[in-house]
């Protein structure tokens, strides 16, 4: 039973869509529906992932294939699409197929450049407002170059 139950926990944290700067959201890609996205009002997606995967409850979708997404260009590519979301009110979602935690640290990329935080100040705000995700180290010495 007690094993049930931490199942049920762990797929319950891969379900969560969490808000980790103001418009910006993460998610486990396993979790993601198109019902999740409808009740965060998510108008933009980024997704993470080997192929570009089918949602219908969003019109944009920005794909960064997983095996590219610690590079410069895409860190750029990220911060500035979500930005622009923002600038016309909107909510931007990274998900990712691996975990939420390379969501979270390419989120980082908005945050250092459009919110003037430094990556180690991002970090701590991300471990407070998501705890379960594990940031990519190998991403976040890219992140700390790119800085």
Known sequence: AWERKMEEKRIAKEEEVTEIFQGLYIASFVGLSDDC?????????????????????????????????AIEDN?????????????????TLICCEESTGLAATLAIAYAVKYEGISVNEAVKSISKQSPQAELDHETLIKLSAWE
Do not use: C, P, W, Y
């Not at 933009?44 to 960064?64: G, Y």
């Not at 860190?75 to 909510?91: C, H, L, P, Q, Y």
């Open 75 to 91: 860190f750029n590519k990220i911060a500035d699409k979500v930005a622009n979301t923002r600038k016309s009110g909107g909510k």
């Open 37 to 69: 996205i409808s009740q965060n009002e998510i108008d933009t997606v980024i997704e993470v992932s080997h192929e570009l995967h089918e949602l219908l409850a969003v019109d944009v979708v920005m794909h960064i294939k997983l095996d590219e997404a």
